[in-house]
């Protein structure tokens, strides 16, 4: 379903990678690999619509991902190193607006319970401020638990996370490949992701 064929990124007056080709099905996982600066965020950013490549293309279903626009938005959820919170709401506020700006019709009741799901039902009323850092980015991955999308984008995703925030992101993680979504991540981390479809891209070798 998703179709990088090749593939240019340059930050400033440095090219990151170039020609870089590779496809994605359904159920299936990609894990890119490589060290600091080698172009494993920007290629996530372009994946996901948010910066142009100098060339190349991306293509979902076939059909380009510009031309696509909103459509492909819409089959999407990205994880930057940012929570992409505000502060100021508490986290079923934030994902209140979060569920309007994504298009997909979510109750006040889903709301609560991925809220639950991801350990904050007792931080309901708070203002995200307030949180720790591993709660706010616990609110940020409710969010993958409300909008649904075929394709994952998650850099870096287990940072500031507990070991039992670790085991329950694994468990969505597989649980949604399993369930024929796709998955495209970066981690530091030592974690071992268990699914049936497991690809790896490795940036900054020659």
């Not at 490589?34 to 920007?42: D, E, F």
């Not at 904050?120 to 999308?149: D, F, M, T, Y």
Request: net charge neutral.
């Amino acid at each position: 379903m998703l179709n990088i064929a090749n593939l240019e990124c340059v930050r400033g007056d440095r090219q990151l990678f170039s020609g870089l080709c590779f496809e994605m099905g359904e159920g299936s996982l990609l894990h890119v690999h490589g060290p600091n600066g080698s172009g494993k965020t920007t290629l996530l950013r372009a994946i996901a619509g948010l910066v142009l490549p100098e060339d190349g293309e991306i293509q979902w279903n076939g059909v380009s991902t510009r031309k696509l626009g909103e459509d492909f938005n819409r089959e999407l959820i990205y994880m930057g190193h940012h929570y992409g919170l505000k502060f100021e709401l508490t986290g079923f506020e934030n994902l209140r607006v979060f569920s309007r700006l994504s298009g997909f019709n979510i109750s006040d009741r889903q709301v609560e319970v991925a809220l639950k799901q991801v350990g904050l039902a007792r931080c309901v009323e708070l203002p995200v401020k307030v949180l720790s850092q591993g709660q706010k980015k616990r609110v940020a991955l409710a969010r993958l638990l409300l909008q649904r999308s075929k394709l994952w984008i998650l850099d870096e995703p287990f940072v500031a996370l507990d070991v039992a925030a670790v085991s329950m992101l694994l468990d969505m993680i597989q649980q949604h490949v399993a369930d024929g979504g796709m998955v495209i991540l970066t981690t530091h981390q030592e974690v071992e992701v268990e699914v049936g479809k497991l690809q790896h891209l490795h940036l900054g070798e020659r």
